[in-house]
């Protein structure tokens, strides 16, 4: 990069906390980061096949980018058919963009997933989406970073080696106070968070 007279010292965006002197204490997190009109909320709100009575409404995101997650060896996916299988009786929303090939499959057969993925244009779009939700479940990806920056309830699933923003041993986030961590205690185990999952949500629906 040529250099540039109208700055004297560059940094590294992730470097920032070290320069900052910023601890766990001092992460900045009040919540909500972002706010989405009304207009656009009210105008999904229209647009959803949203429930009431005693039916929570929950986006979920089961995957991310496919190439993202074979080149890491597909340690982060959870597949779609566990968490219908987990929560049949709930209004589920799939948001996101790319599908497996066995998501796919599970969608062909239980039509009463409502996936968004085609209907999304760009994270304002998303973003009023979650607004209409009553809780988000998902992964390790853009959705779960979403919900938090807006201050949303949201359960996020981790695998058994996860991001270092996740730290370890916590099942919360300093930067989400909305957000409630799920880990994996062994490689690949996502029968036992789904146990804790479904119990908390379960929860959810009694209050």
């Avoid at 929570?56 to 959870?78: E, H, M, V, Y």
Wanted: proline letters at 6%; charged letters at 20%.
């Amino acid at each position: 990069m040529a250099p540039d007279s109208d700055y004297e010292y560059q940094i590294p965006f992730g470097s920032l906390p070290l320069l900052f002197d910023t601890t766990l204490d001092s992460i900045p997190s009040t919540i909500p980061y972002l706010q989405v009109s009304q207009s656009s909320i009210k105008d999904w709100q229209a647009k959803l096949p949203l429930a009431h009575a005693g039916r929570l409404n929950i986006g979920i995101a089961c995957s991310g980018n496919i190439n993202f997650d074979i080149k890491r060896g597909n340690t982060r996916p959870i597949s779609l058919a566990l968490l219908q299988e987990a929560f049949p009786n709930d209004n589920l929303f799939l948001i996101q963009k790319d599908l497996r090939e066995n998501d796919l499959e599970t969608l062909s057969n239980h039509p009463a997933i409502h996936y968004l993925g085609d209907y999304l244009n760009n994270f304002e779009d998303t973003a009023a989406v979650v607004e209409n939700m009553d809780l988000i479940i998902s992964i390790d990806t853009s959705l779960a970073h979403l919900a938090g920056t807006l201050g949303k309830q949201v359960f996020i699933l981790l695998p058994w080696a996860s991001d270092w923003r996740w730290f370890l041993d916590r099942e919360d986030s300093p930067w989400y106070p909305s957000a409630k961590l799920y880990r994996q205690k062994s490689f690949g185990d996502w029968p036992t968070v789904l146990v804790q999952l479904k119990k908390d949500v379960a929860a959810l629906i009694k209050s």
